[in-house]
């Protein structure tokens, strides 16, 4: 898979309150949160988007599945909200806001293939009418 233009994002993750890591809560597109997926919120991208998250080498691919994050005075083209389970595998858990890198993979384009009309040939015809 090739990959659009990468975008330079502010990821978030929640890391504070009673109880930061549990799920059970539902989504923006009505499915219930389960902190171990690899989700992410943002507020214009459609749902089930996936894209390409990546911090210091380490990059996993989420789906978006919720809107947000929303925050006062903030780019709301140019922040992604991640799950436990991203953030996790980004090793961001301790930091809370890290500047990534966002990417959109897209399908390499399938080869042209010509498609050759076959002319039937006389010989055939004459074997069909028969």
Not at 10 to 19: C, D, E, L, N, Q
Not at 59 to 68: E, L
Request: charged fraction near 20%.
């Amino acid at each position: 898979m090739s990959t659009a233009a990468a975008v330079f994002m502010i990821a978030t993750y929640w890391v504070g309150g009673a109880a930061p890591t549990e799920g059970g809560n539902y989504l923006a597109n009505g499915q219930v949160y389960n902190d171990k997926e690899l989700v992410a919120a943002h507020r214009t991208l459609p749902f089930g988007t996936i894209l390409n998250v990546c911090l210091r080498r380490q990059c996993v691919a989420v789906v978006v599945k919720d809107r947000g994050p929303f925050l006062p005075n903030m780019d709301t083209e140019r922040r992604i909200d991640l799950s436990y389970g991203a953030a996790k595998v980004l090793g961001m858990l301790h930091d809370g806001r890290q500047r990534v890198r966002v990417s959109i993979p897209m399908p390499k384009p399938r080869p042209d293939v010509e498609w050759q009309v076959v002319q039937p040939t006389s010989s055939l015809i004459a074997q069909e009418s028969n």
